[in-house]
């Protein structure tokens, strides 16, 4: 394992080569291979491994955004082998007739092409239903079976709840042909017990929750998590950096995720193989949007490179930016001037009859500098990232 040697490698954002691993340890993603197995998860596993196993028809998952719901889903379905067919959905804004084209394609039935401009395009819901119960019965004969995994069911319309449960009663035999759990979050109870639900929620069979990860099991999962990616003895955390990781994400595992993986850049920056609490906050400072400076920044008061330009030190902050402004309206000016009379080089100067101009480098402001050990992030910060991740990853799953 060596250092970085060089300002681009500082830059890089990636740092597995540094750590000697073989892939992303704390991806945001949804591969079963990294499902971690606390007693919750263990616990639902098992509840919705057996519900499928006993055919039955409507199962309900639910958990806080990022508690892992879609990455057990996959890890169950990878589990069940070639003979299952299945389709997990991640868009509850869908319409009906969105839904069962959607089903159908990942399925195998059509493409995404046919979806587009085939037949199935303007087909209604009638039309679609019958194309996916016949293809259902013609599993039975060959002893296959098929799931559908709908997440982020909590915003889902009633309309298309119920056209959900209008999908269990498929049956052959007396056998369910097809097998639909709803992933959600806790406020899909909530919905389920109201009126419009009564029939959908008579029909759920089994009801499994995943709760967040103890203190102890954030531990477990980051180490778990390390070794499948090929760094258990690449990197070390420091039990320090392990309770305040498992404080800050609270136990859900995508932000988990979101803070190791910020961490372990943090660390590479560097060259910290050992992770300290002081990294950790370092990485929660940024992802809540605070500045934090990194250790080879210069102090406020350090001479840049370039145009100097001579200042009292009394009045320094007002006239740093006075500075700055002038050295803005300066590189415009003469940028604009260069441009036009075709002597403009890139770099730092200005070329013209024999003549040389220096163009500042930077302009150097005032920046806050680092005493002692950062301040933890205020819950308000992280709260604000974490409300923002949720956002932009949109329907991407637990």
């Not at 945001?28 to 616990?43: C, E, I, Q, W």
């Not at 269990?168 to 419009?196: S, W, Y």
């Not at 210069?298 to 009292?312: C, Y």
């Amino acid at each position: 394992m060596q250092p970085p040697d060089s300002l681009k490698s500082l830059s890089d954002p990636i740092y597995e080569t540094f750590y000697g691993l073989t892939e992303q340890p704390f991806a945001l993603s949804t591969d079963p291979k990294f499902l971690f197995l606390s007693a919750p998860h263990r616990r639902a596993y098992d509840e919705l491994t057996a519900g499928i196993a006993r055919d039955e028809s409507l199962l309900l998952l639910t958990g806080e955004t990022g508690s892992g719901k879609t990455t057990l889903c996959r890890a169950i379905i990878a589990a069940l082998g070639e003979r299952t067919f299945s389709s997990v959905l991640h868009q509850p804004y869908m319409t009906g007739p969105e839904m069962l084209r959607l089903i159908l394609r990942d399925f195998g039935l059509v493409s995404k092409e046919e979806l587009r401009r085939g037949a199935m395009a303007s087909a209604d819901v009638p039309h679609l239903m019958d194309v996916l119960e016949g293809f259902l019965r013609s599993l039975v004969s060959i002893q296959s079976r098929a799931i559908v995994v709908i997440d982020e069911a909590q915003s889902l319309s009633p309309t298309l709840l119920d056209e959900v449960r209008m999908l269990t009663a498929f049956e052959h035999d007396g056998r369910r042909l097809v097998q639909i759990v709803l992933c959600g979050q806790p406020m899909l109870l909530n919905t389920l017990k109201t009126e419009p639900m009564y029939a959908l929620n008579e029909r759920i069979t089994r009801r499994v929750a995943l709760t967040p990860l103890s203190s102890a099991e954030v531990e477990s999962y980051i180490h778990h998590r390390l070794a499948i990616a090929g760094g258990a003895d690449a990197v070390a955390f420091q039990p320090e950096a392990l309770r305040l990781i498992a404080d800050l994400s609270r136990g859900l595992p995508r932000r988990v995720n979101v803070l190791c993986d910020r961490t372990l850049q943090e660390g590479r920056v560097v060259s910290a193989t050992t992770i300290t609490a002081d990294l950790v906050k370092r990485a929660a400072r940024s992802l809540a949007g605070a500045h934090v400076p990194l250790p080879h920044e210069e102090p406020a008061d350090a001479p840049g490179d370039g145009l100097t330009i001579a200042i009292g030190r009394e009045r320094r902050t007002h006239r740093a930016l006075l500075v700055a402004a002038m050295a803005g309206v300066l590189l415009v000016a003469i940028g604009a001037a260069g441009y036009w009379s075709g002597y403009w080089t890139f770099g730092y100067r200005w070329l013209r009859s024999g003549y040389e101009y220096t163009l500042p480098a930077r302009a150097v402001l005032p920046m806050p500098t680092v005493a002692g050990k950062l301040p933890m992030p205020t819950d308000a910060e992280l709260e604000a990232y974490f409300r923002e991740m949720a956002r932009w990853m949109g329907g991407g799953g637990g």
